[in-house]
């Protein structure tokens, strides 16, 4: 019996050892930034420096972020990783033993304050009250548009003069409608929690694919920049879609100087910004297409004074929600859920 105690206390005196206990060599050494703080802005130059609890030999220390190696310079490091958020920088340590990589988690924000935006209205035109607008987007003069709540979801093409449907398909009761976006004759438009997203001709509207979401959490916004397509899900995440293969290949995080947000909906790409609905709120975010920064929020407050509040309306329901370019009128179009209105404004700088 002593025997067996014996055999059984040293095995987990090992298992612990090899399970990261104190003479584990990740223990030994850890990150240490200027000013203890986990919260840097993107670009940033801080002290870094190794804690060495043992009084190892250390040999030589490498850092990296998001897979990029570092710059050391007078014991100093810039954080200027392409996109923000949260991150992990991580350091490989090479000691008198043998090497190890020890990792701190951070948050790397925007550089400065979002400057603050107004509208001016330049035109007014009608809106079906009954289309509870998710994406809104221009194609050669047309106006494409998705509409969501099960049994009311539907794809439409739209005279955005008149507010008169030229065509619709009407999605399955199934499914909630979401963002849409329009690439290389094709429209791109997803689902809110069924995790499927649709293809569909952009001359026909007939569906011509379904594709499944990855790690993304739901389908909300959509956009593209040309090349890959943008989908907001929820979070303070924006996915990065592979225009061919539908497949996620990352994502940034949009975040103030401040903090991490997550409130992008609808979605808009204009000259390298997303601009992105604000969810529940009369406002819309600009943002960095390739870092995450938010570097403006534009004020719409007011604009739902001006449409008419039906007997089922409900405010935190039927808010502003869908934004689309013109690009030969360099004006943007913005409507909500449910509105009987959709402006043509301009963005001035408050």
Same mark, same amino acid.
């Given at each position: 019996m002593n025997i067996f105690r014996f055999f059984s206390s040293s095995f987990l005196l090992l298992l612990f050892m090899a399970c990261g206990g104190e003479k584990s060599p990740a223990s030994m050494f850890e990150i240490e930034l200027e000013g203890s703080g986990k919260k840097f802005q993107q670009n940033q130059t801080v002290g870094i420096s190794i804690k060495n609890k043992k009084n190892m030999e250390i040999k030589e220390v490498t850092y990296t972020l998001d897979g990029k190696t570092l710059d050391l310079k007078d014991g100093k490091v810039t954080l200027n990783p392409q996109t923000l958020g949260d991150k992990t920088l991580n350091a490989t340590v090479n000691y008198e033993d043998g090497s190890v990589e020890v990792s701190k988690n951070i948050q790397l924000l925007a550089p400065s304050a979002p400057s603050i935006y107004t509208y001016k209205i330049i035109n007014e035109y009608p809106h079906d009250p009954k289309a509870y607008t998710q994406g809104l987007e221009f194609h050669n003069d047309t106006l494409y548009e998705s509409t969501g709540k099960k049994g009311r979801s539907s794809l439409r093409k739209v005279d955005w003069k008149t507010g008169e449907?030229?065509?619709?398909?009407?999605?399955?009761?199934?499914?909630?409608? $979401?963002? %849409?976006?329009?690439?290389?004759?094709? %429209?791109?438009?997803?689902?809110?929690?069924?995790?499927?997203?649709?293809?569909?001709?952009?001359?026909?509207? $007939?569906?011509?694919?379904? +594709?499944?979401? /990855?790690?993304? #959490?739901?389908?909300?916004?959509?956009?593209?920049?040309?090349?890959?397509?943008?989908?907001?899900?929820?979070?303070?995440?924006?996915? +990065?879609?592979?225009?061919?293969?539908?497949?996620? $290949?990352?994502?940034?995080?949009?975040?103030?100087? #401040?903090?991490?947000? #997550?409130?992008?909906?609808?979605?808009?790409?204009?000259? /390298?910004?997303?601009?992105?609905?604000?969810?529940?709120?009369?406002?819309?975010?600009?943002?960095?297409?390739?870092?995450?920064?938010? $570097?403006?929020? %534009?004020?719409?407050?007011?604009?739902?004074?001006?449409?008419?509040?039906?007997?089922?309306?409900n405010e935190m329901d039927n808010v502003l929600n869908g934004i689309a370019y013109h690009p030969e009128r360099k004006t943007f179009f913005v409507t909500g859920k449910e509105w009987d209105k959709m402006f043509e404004v301009s963005i001035e700088k408050k």
């Open positions: 449907r030229i065509q619709t398909v009407d999605l399955e009761a199934t499914y909630f409608g $979401e963002g %849409i976006t329009i690439l290389n004759n094709k %429209i791109y438009m997803l689902t809110w929690r069924s995790g499927t997203g649709f293809v569909y001709d952009l001359q026909t509207l $007939e569906r011509l694919d379904s +594709f499944k979401f /990855g790690q993304s #959490k739901e389908g909300w916004g959509l956009t593209n920049d040309g090349k890959k397509l943008f989908k907001s899900d929820g979070t303070e995440k924006i996915w +990065f879609l592979n225009s061919e293969t539908l497949v996620e $290949e990352g994502y940034m995080e949009t975040v103030t100087n #401040k903090s991490i947000n #997550k409130s992008a909906n609808e979605l808009e790409y204009v000259d /390298g910004k997303i601009y992105a609905n604000v969810y529940q709120k009369p406002s819309v975010m600009i943002i960095d297409a390739k870092s995450g920064a938010i $570097e403006g929020v %534009i004020n719409f407050g007011g604009l739902s004074n001006k449409v008419t509040h039906h007997d089922t309306w």
